[in-house]
Protein backbone atom coordinates (compact mmCIF):
# COMPACT_ATOMS: atom_id res chain seq x y z
CA UNK A 1 0.00 0.00 0.00
CA UNK A 2 1.49 3.21 -0.71
CA UNK A 3 1.70 5.15 2.20
CA UNK A 4 1.44 8.55 0.69
CA UNK A 5 -2.00 8.13 -0.62
CA UNK A 6 -3.23 6.17 2.71
CA UNK A 7 -2.61 9.41 4.55
CA UNK A 8 -4.99 10.75 2.10
CA UNK A 9 -7.50 9.05 2.43
CA UNK A 10 -7.85 8.62 5.81
CA UNK A 11 -10.53 11.28 7.38
CA UNK A 12 -10.45 13.12 10.48
CA UNK A 13 -12.90 13.46 12.83
CA UNK A 14 -14.33 16.23 10.48
CA UNK A 15 -14.49 13.68 7.92
CA UNK A 16 -12.66 15.26 5.80
CA UNK A 17 -8.92 14.28 4.82
CA UNK A 18 -6.10 15.70 5.63
CA UNK A 19 -5.02 16.89 2.24
CA UNK A 20 -8.27 18.67 2.19
CA UNK A 21 -7.78 20.17 5.57
CA UNK A 22 -4.24 21.23 4.33
CA UNK A 23 -6.07 22.72 1.13
CA UNK A 24 -8.32 24.31 2.91
CA UNK A 25 -5.34 26.05 4.99
CA UNK A 26 -3.66 27.07 1.97
CA UNK A 27 -7.22 28.63 0.30
CA UNK A 28 -7.90 30.73 3.17
CA UNK A 29 -4.39 31.91 4.63
CA UNK A 30 -1.73 34.08 2.40
CA UNK A 31 1.28 32.16 3.62
CA UNK A 32 0.57 29.05 6.12
CA UNK A 33 3.51 27.29 7.93
CA UNK A 34 4.48 23.81 7.87
CA UNK A 35 4.67 24.26 11.44
CA UNK A 36 1.39 25.67 11.91
CA UNK A 37 -0.38 23.21 9.55
CA UNK A 38 1.20 20.58 11.57
CA UNK A 39 0.03 21.81 15.29
CA UNK A 40 -3.83 22.21 13.98
CA UNK A 41 -3.86 19.47 12.29
CA UNK A 42 -2.21 17.52 14.87
CA UNK A 43 0.06 15.02 12.40
CA UNK A 44 4.15 15.41 11.68
CA UNK A 45 5.49 18.16 9.74
CA UNK A 46 6.75 15.48 7.10
CA UNK A 47 3.11 14.39 6.77
CA UNK A 48 2.15 17.50 5.97
CA UNK A 49 5.42 17.72 3.43
CA UNK A 50 3.73 15.05 1.82
CA UNK A 51 0.40 16.28 1.09
CA UNK A 52 1.80 19.46 -0.23
CA UNK A 53 3.90 17.57 -2.55
CA UNK A 54 0.71 15.13 -3.39
CA UNK A 55 -1.33 18.45 -3.96
CA UNK A 56 1.15 19.42 -6.38
CA UNK A 57 1.22 16.22 -8.10
CA UNK A 58 -2.60 16.98 -8.82
CA UNK A 59 -1.62 20.27 -10.85
CA UNK A 60 -1.61 23.15 -7.26
CA UNK A 61 1.06 25.46 -7.84
CA UNK A 62 1.87 25.63 -4.11
CA UNK A 63 5.44 28.11 -3.64
CA UNK A 64 8.06 27.52 -0.64
CA UNK A 65 8.12 30.69 0.25
CA UNK A 66 11.71 31.35 2.72
CA UNK A 67 11.26 30.02 6.13
CA UNK A 68 7.87 31.80 6.50
CA UNK A 69 5.90 28.40 4.99
CA UNK A 70 3.57 27.69 1.58
CA UNK A 71 1.93 30.10 -0.61
CA UNK A 72 -0.82 28.78 -3.03
CA UNK A 73 -0.33 30.18 -6.69
CA UNK A 74 -3.01 28.82 -8.91
CA UNK A 75 -5.23 25.59 -8.25
CA UNK A 76 -6.39 23.33 -11.40
CA UNK A 77 -9.89 22.36 -12.10
CA UNK A 78 -10.76 19.57 -9.72
CA UNK A 79 -13.64 18.60 -8.23
CA UNK A 80 -12.68 19.11 -4.30
CA UNK A 81 -14.61 20.54 -1.58
CA UNK A 82 -12.18 22.72 -0.31
CA UNK A 83 -12.06 23.99 -3.54
CA UNK A 84 -16.08 24.73 -4.11
CA UNK A 85 -16.34 25.87 -0.26
CA UNK A 86 -14.17 28.70 -0.31
CA UNK A 87 -15.67 31.98 -0.92
CA UNK A 88 -19.17 30.60 -1.95
CA UNK A 89 -21.40 32.40 0.59
CA UNK A 90 -24.57 30.34 0.81
CA UNK A 91 -26.55 29.75 3.78
CA UNK A 92 -27.84 26.46 2.70
CA UNK A 93 -26.91 25.59 -0.62
CA UNK A 94 -23.40 22.98 -0.42
CA UNK A 95 -23.27 23.49 3.29
CA UNK A 96 -22.19 19.93 3.15
CA UNK A 97 -20.08 18.46 0.08
CA UNK A 98 -19.05 15.70 -0.81
CA UNK A 99 -17.27 14.75 -3.94
CA UNK A 100 -16.04 12.04 -5.92
CA UNK A 101 -13.37 11.09 -8.80
CA UNK A 102 -15.43 8.56 -10.55
CA UNK A 103 -19.32 7.64 -9.53
CA UNK A 104 -22.04 5.49 -11.15
CA UNK A 105 -24.29 8.69 -10.59
CA UNK A 106 -24.69 11.75 -8.04
CA UNK A 107 -28.13 11.18 -7.40
CA UNK A 108 -28.15 7.73 -6.24
CA UNK A 109 -25.28 8.30 -3.95
CA UNK A 110 -27.65 11.37 -2.89
CA UNK A 111 -30.59 9.61 -2.74
CA UNK A 112 -28.91 7.22 -0.40
CA UNK A 113 -27.65 9.38 1.47
CA UNK A 114 -30.74 11.44 1.76
CA UNK A 115 -32.10 8.11 2.89
CA UNK A 116 -29.76 8.02 5.58
CA UNK A 117 -30.73 11.81 6.90
CA UNK A 118 -28.51 13.81 5.14
CA UNK A 119 -29.78 17.60 5.23
CA UNK A 120 -31.00 19.88 3.11
CA UNK A 121 -28.61 21.86 0.60
CA UNK A 122 -25.85 18.65 1.20
CA UNK A 123 -24.46 18.17 -2.55
CA UNK A 124 -23.09 15.26 -4.18
CA UNK A 125 -20.49 16.08 -6.99
CA UNK A 126 -18.08 13.68 -8.99
CA UNK A 127 -15.44 14.28 -11.93
CA UNK A 128 -16.85 11.10 -13.74
CA UNK A 129 -20.16 9.59 -13.92
CA UNK A 130 -20.07 6.39 -14.99
CA UNK A 131 -23.92 5.52 -15.55
CA UNK A 132 -25.03 9.42 -15.38
CA UNK A 133 -29.42 8.89 -16.37
CA UNK A 134 -31.59 11.29 -17.78
CA UNK A 135 -35.16 11.12 -18.37
CA UNK A 136 -37.44 7.93 -18.88
CA UNK A 137 -34.30 6.05 -18.55
CA UNK A 138 -32.05 7.19 -21.19
CA UNK A 139 -28.58 7.92 -20.56
CA UNK A 140 -25.88 10.95 -19.75
CA UNK A 141 -22.29 11.43 -20.81
CA UNK A 142 -20.11 12.54 -18.08
CA UNK A 143 -16.34 12.11 -19.20
CA UNK A 144 -13.87 12.66 -16.83
CA UNK A 145 -12.32 15.57 -16.29
CA UNK A 146 -14.05 17.85 -18.70
CA UNK A 147 -17.73 18.41 -17.16
CA UNK A 148 -20.23 18.93 -14.06
CA UNK A 149 -22.04 16.29 -12.98
CA UNK A 150 -23.70 17.34 -9.69
CA UNK A 151 -26.82 16.78 -7.14
CA UNK A 152 -28.31 18.62 -4.54
CA UNK A 153 -30.76 17.59 -2.23
CA UNK A 154 -34.01 19.46 -1.16
CA UNK A 155 -36.28 19.13 1.48
CA UNK A 156 -39.41 21.13 0.44
CA UNK A 157 -41.84 22.23 2.59
CA UNK A 158 -44.30 21.29 0.06
CA UNK A 159 -47.25 19.18 -1.13
CA UNK A 160 -46.43 16.40 -3.19
CA UNK A 161 -47.87 17.59 -6.35
CA UNK A 162 -46.01 20.46 -6.13
CA UNK A 163 -42.89 19.22 -7.07
CA UNK A 164 -42.66 19.70 -10.51
CA UNK A 165 -41.54 23.66 -9.76
CA UNK A 166 -38.69 22.47 -8.36
CA UNK A 167 -37.95 21.07 -11.82
CA UNK A 168 -38.44 24.29 -13.07
CA UNK A 169 -36.55 26.18 -10.53
CA UNK A 170 -33.53 24.13 -11.20
CA UNK A 171 -33.17 24.95 -14.67
CA UNK A 172 -33.28 28.79 -13.90
CA UNK A 173 -30.81 28.13 -11.25
CA UNK A 174 -28.72 26.11 -13.42
CA UNK A 175 -29.04 28.94 -16.26
CA UNK A 176 -28.46 31.85 -14.44
CA UNK A 177 -25.56 30.00 -12.60
CA UNK A 178 -23.95 29.21 -16.21
CA UNK A 179 -24.86 32.89 -17.20
CA UNK A 180 -23.60 34.83 -14.33
CA UNK A 181 -20.15 33.28 -14.99
CA UNK A 182 -19.68 33.01 -18.58
CA UNK A 183 -22.16 36.08 -19.80
CA UNK A 184 -23.63 33.33 -22.11
CA UNK A 185 -27.22 34.19 -23.32
CA UNK A 186 -28.91 30.96 -21.98
CA UNK A 187 -32.52 29.33 -22.39
CA UNK A 188 -34.06 27.15 -21.38
CA UNK A 189 -35.31 23.97 -23.34
CA UNK A 190 -39.09 23.22 -21.73
CA UNK A 191 -39.10 21.16 -19.29
CA UNK A 192 -35.58 21.65 -18.39
CA UNK A 193 -32.66 21.38 -20.93
CA UNK A 194 -30.54 24.14 -20.60
CA UNK A 195 -29.45 25.50 -24.30
CA UNK A 196 -27.24 27.64 -26.16
CA UNK A 197 -26.71 28.44 -29.63
CA UNK A 198 -29.35 25.56 -30.85
CA UNK A 199 -27.26 23.03 -28.40
CA UNK A 200 -27.83 21.35 -25.15
CA UNK A 201 -25.41 22.37 -22.68
CA UNK A 202 -27.10 20.83 -19.38
CA UNK A 203 -29.41 17.97 -18.51
CA UNK A 204 -31.50 18.11 -15.34
CA UNK A 205 -33.04 14.77 -13.31
CA UNK A 206 -35.18 15.60 -10.51
CA UNK A 207 -36.00 12.35 -8.41
CA UNK A 208 -37.99 12.56 -5.42
CA UNK A 209 -38.99 10.30 -2.18
CA UNK A 210 -42.27 11.03 -1.00
CA UNK A 211 -45.47 9.26 0.03
CA UNK A 212 -49.50 10.47 -0.61
CA UNK A 213 -49.23 13.66 1.32
CA UNK A 214 -45.50 14.93 2.28
CA UNK A 215 -42.41 15.40 0.19
CA UNK A 216 -39.50 13.32 2.14
CA UNK A 217 -36.86 14.60 0.20
CA UNK A 218 -35.76 15.81 -3.48
CA UNK A 219 -32.74 15.06 -5.35
CA UNK A 220 -31.72 17.53 -8.59
CA UNK A 221 -29.11 16.56 -10.51
CA UNK A 222 -27.48 18.47 -13.44
CA UNK A 223 -25.05 17.01 -15.83
CA UNK A 224 -23.21 19.93 -17.17
CA UNK A 225 -21.15 19.99 -20.80
CA UNK A 226 -17.86 22.03 -19.20
CA UNK A 227 -14.64 21.10 -21.29
CA UNK A 228 -15.39 18.49 -24.07
CA UNK A 229 -14.55 19.76 -27.73
CA UNK A 230 -16.22 17.20 -29.12
CA UNK A 231 -19.07 14.60 -28.92
CA UNK A 232 -20.39 11.27 -29.36
CA UNK A 233 -21.38 11.04 -32.84
CA UNK A 234 -25.06 10.32 -31.36
CA UNK A 235 -25.16 13.52 -29.61
CA UNK A 236 -22.94 15.53 -32.11
CA UNK A 237 -25.50 17.69 -33.75
CA UNK A 238 -27.45 18.63 -30.55
CA UNK A 239 -24.51 18.40 -27.57
CA UNK A 240 -22.20 21.35 -27.15
CA UNK A 241 -20.28 23.15 -24.01
CA UNK A 242 -19.17 26.09 -22.44
CA UNK A 243 -15.55 26.01 -23.30
CA UNK A 244 -16.40 25.52 -27.13
CA UNK A 245 -19.37 28.44 -26.66
CA UNK A 246 -16.95 31.02 -25.10
CA UNK A 247 -13.82 29.66 -26.53
CA UNK A 248 -12.09 29.53 -23.48
CA UNK A 249 -11.35 27.27 -20.58
CA UNK A 250 -14.12 27.89 -18.23
CA UNK A 251 -14.00 26.94 -14.42
CA UNK A 252 -15.99 24.00 -13.29
CA UNK A 253 -15.40 25.09 -9.48
CA UNK A 254 -17.32 28.92 -10.79
CA UNK A 255 -20.19 27.59 -12.38
CA UNK A 256 -20.55 24.61 -9.39
CA UNK A 257 -20.56 28.14 -6.76
CA UNK A 258 -22.71 29.96 -9.17
CA UNK A 259 -25.24 27.25 -9.62
CA UNK A 260 -26.08 26.84 -5.90
CA UNK A 261 -25.63 30.74 -5.17
CA UNK A 262 -28.43 30.97 -8.06
CA UNK A 263 -30.44 27.97 -6.17
CA UNK A 264 -31.03 29.80 -3.33
CA UNK A 265 -32.27 33.16 -5.14
CA UNK A 266 -34.71 30.36 -6.78
CA UNK A 267 -36.07 29.39 -3.41
CA UNK A 268 -37.08 32.70 -2.98
CA UNK A 269 -38.20 32.68 -6.20
CA UNK A 270 -40.84 30.07 -5.58
CA UNK A 271 -41.72 31.76 -2.26
CA UNK A 272 -42.58 34.72 -3.49
CA UNK A 273 -44.56 33.61 -6.83
CA UNK A 274 -41.73 35.32 -9.32
CA UNK A 275 -40.38 31.90 -10.13
CA UNK A 276 -42.50 31.46 -13.48
CA UNK A 277 -41.85 34.89 -14.64
CA UNK A 278 -38.21 34.59 -14.75
CA UNK A 279 -38.33 30.77 -16.36
CA UNK A 280 -40.81 32.20 -18.80
CA UNK A 281 -38.52 34.66 -19.79
CA UNK A 282 -35.54 32.26 -20.23
CA UNK A 283 -37.47 29.71 -22.29
CA UNK A 284 -36.46 28.74 -25.53
CA UNK A 285 -40.05 26.92 -26.19
CA UNK A 286 -42.54 29.79 -25.95
CA UNK A 287 -43.65 31.07 -29.21
CA UNK A 288 -41.33 28.61 -31.37
CA UNK A 289 -42.96 26.23 -33.56
CA UNK A 290 -43.13 22.51 -31.94
CA UNK A 291 -43.07 18.55 -32.43
CA UNK A 292 -44.05 16.87 -29.63
CA UNK A 293 -42.96 13.44 -29.45
CA UNK A 294 -45.22 11.23 -26.81
CA UNK A 295 -45.26 7.75 -26.42
CA UNK A 296 -47.44 6.34 -29.75
CA UNK A 297 -47.85 9.97 -30.98
CA UNK A 298 -46.20 12.67 -32.40
CA UNK A 299 -47.96 16.06 -33.32
CA UNK A 300 -46.83 19.28 -34.16
CA UNK A 301 -48.01 22.85 -33.02
CA UNK A 302 -46.95 25.94 -31.84
CA UNK A 303 -46.08 26.35 -28.09
CA UNK A 304 -48.17 29.21 -26.44
CA UNK A 305 -47.14 28.99 -22.61
CA UNK A 306 -46.45 27.40 -19.43
CA UNK A 307 -48.76 26.86 -17.02
CA UNK A 308 -47.67 27.80 -13.51
CA UNK A 309 -47.40 24.12 -12.88
CA UNK A 310 -45.21 23.70 -15.57
CA UNK A 311 -47.69 22.16 -17.98
CA UNK A 312 -47.07 22.90 -21.72
CA UNK A 313 -49.88 24.81 -23.91
CA UNK A 314 -49.03 23.73 -27.24
CA UNK A 315 -51.77 24.64 -30.02
CA UNK A 316 -51.72 22.14 -32.79
CA UNK A 317 -52.46 22.74 -36.33
CA UNK A 318 -56.02 22.33 -36.18
CA UNK A 319 -56.14 24.85 -33.32
CA UNK A 320 -57.19 22.55 -30.88
CA UNK A 321 -55.33 23.88 -27.00
CA UNK A 322 -53.17 20.45 -25.90
CA UNK A 323 -51.71 20.34 -22.46
CA UNK A 324 -48.34 18.34 -22.54
CA UNK A 325 -46.88 16.75 -19.40
CA UNK A 326 -42.99 16.81 -18.53
CA UNK A 327 -42.00 13.48 -18.04
CA UNK A 328 -43.75 11.75 -21.06
CA UNK A 329 -42.42 13.62 -23.56
CA UNK A 330 -39.49 15.13 -25.72
CA UNK A 331 -40.22 18.27 -27.59
CA UNK A 332 -38.15 19.51 -30.47
CA UNK A 333 -38.31 22.54 -32.42
CA UNK A 334 -39.00 22.16 -36.06
CA UNK A 335 -36.35 23.96 -37.48
CA UNK A 336 -33.71 22.07 -35.40
CA UNK A 337 -33.21 21.08 -31.85
CA UNK A 338 -34.55 23.56 -29.98
P1 LIG B 1 -34.15 15.66 -25.31
O1 LIG B 1 -35.21 16.63 -25.64
O2 LIG B 1 -32.75 16.10 -25.54
O3 LIG B 1 -34.44 14.27 -25.81
P2 LIG B 1 -34.73 14.81 -22.72
O4 LIG B 1 -35.11 15.75 -21.64
O5 LIG B 1 -35.77 13.88 -23.22
O6 LIG B 1 -34.14 15.70 -23.82
P3 LIG B 1 -32.59 14.05 -21.06
O7 LIG B 1 -33.07 13.04 -20.14
O8 LIG B 1 -32.43 15.46 -20.56
O9 LIG B 1 -33.46 13.98 -22.36
O10 LIG B 1 -31.16 13.63 -21.63
C1 LIG B 1 -30.90 12.37 -22.18
C2 LIG B 1 -30.48 12.54 -23.63
O11 LIG B 1 -29.53 13.58 -23.80
C3 LIG B 1 -29.76 11.29 -24.15
O12 LIG B 1 -30.66 10.39 -24.72
C4 LIG B 1 -28.79 11.83 -25.20
O13 LIG B 1 -29.42 11.95 -26.43
C5 LIG B 1 -28.50 13.23 -24.72
N1 LIG B 1 -27.20 13.35 -24.00
C6 LIG B 1 -26.56 12.46 -23.21
N2 LIG B 1 -25.44 12.99 -22.68
C7 LIG B 1 -25.36 14.24 -23.15
C8 LIG B 1 -24.43 15.30 -22.95
N3 LIG B 1 -23.36 15.18 -22.16
N4 LIG B 1 -24.68 16.47 -23.59
C9 LIG B 1 -25.75 16.64 -24.37
N5 LIG B 1 -26.67 15.68 -24.61
C10 LIG B 1 -26.49 14.50 -23.99
Given amino acids: MNLNNCVLQIPNMNGRTIMEEVLRSLLTENIVSGEKLSQMLGVSRTAVWKQVTALRERGFNIEAVGRQGYRLVSSPDLMLSPLIENGLNTEWAGKHIICFESIDSTNRVLRQKAQQGAEHGTVVLADEQTGGRGRRGRGWLTPKGSAIAMSLLLRPEMHPSRVPILSLGTSVAVAKGISAVTGLPVQIKWPNDIVCSGKKLCGILLEMDANEQHVESVVAGAGINVHQKEFPDEISATATSLDLLTGKTVSRTEIIKA ?53 LVVRTESGELREVMAGDVSVRGLMGYV
Fill in 259 to 311: VLRAAEETEQMIRNGTLMETYCSMSATIGRAVSVQAVGETFTGHAESIHPDGV
